[in-house]
């Protein structure tokens, strides 16, 4: 068992991230995001400005606050902004973004998620342009790893 203390201990996040994350665009509409997210199979994704710098995040809690905020009174939702324009990622995302860099340990990782109650960390270069994602399943398949070893 110290074994597997030793090795999650030692364990870097760019050892477990996911590599070249799917990127979202800010100008990009919410239905082009869906799209991809459903077509990757991911919950989630960096959102980057021009130059690929991380601006944000998008996920699957951004599109319930969205229908919850837009929702009508008779139960609907409206799809787009007042002025007619579909909503952009850039509107809707979580501008805030949780991050480590590659060289960070699996705990830093792990403990930023748990103190912040957030499912996923991105990755990024020493420019603020993501390189991985980390998500919370990561870290559990670290652990199951960690210990089969």
Request: net charge negative; hydrophobic share 45%; charged share 20%.
């Amino acid at each position: 068992m110290n074994s597997a203390i030793e090795r999650l201990l030692s364990l870097r996040v760019g050892d477990m991230m996911t590599p070249a994350p799917i990127r979202l665009s800010q100008s990009q509409t919410m239905q082009e995001a869906a799209s991809l997210l459903v077509e990757h199979d991911i919950s989630g994704a960096p959102v980057v400005d021009d130059r690929g710098v991380c601006a944000g995040v998008l996920t699957t809690t951004d599109f319930v606050q969205r229908e919850f905020l837009v929702a009508t009174p008779s139960g609907g939702s409206s799809m787009g902004s007042a002025e007619g324009r579909p909503d952009l990622v850039g509107d809707c995302m979580t501008s805030f973004v949780h991050s480590v860099q590659e060289n960070a340990t699996m705990m830093v990782a792990a403990r930023v998620m748990c103190d912040e109650h957030i499912h996923r960390i991105v990755v990024l270069d020493e420019l603020g342009r993501p390189v991985g994602v980390v998500t919370a399943l990561d870290v559990v398949a670290a652990l199951k790893y960690a210990i089969e070893e």
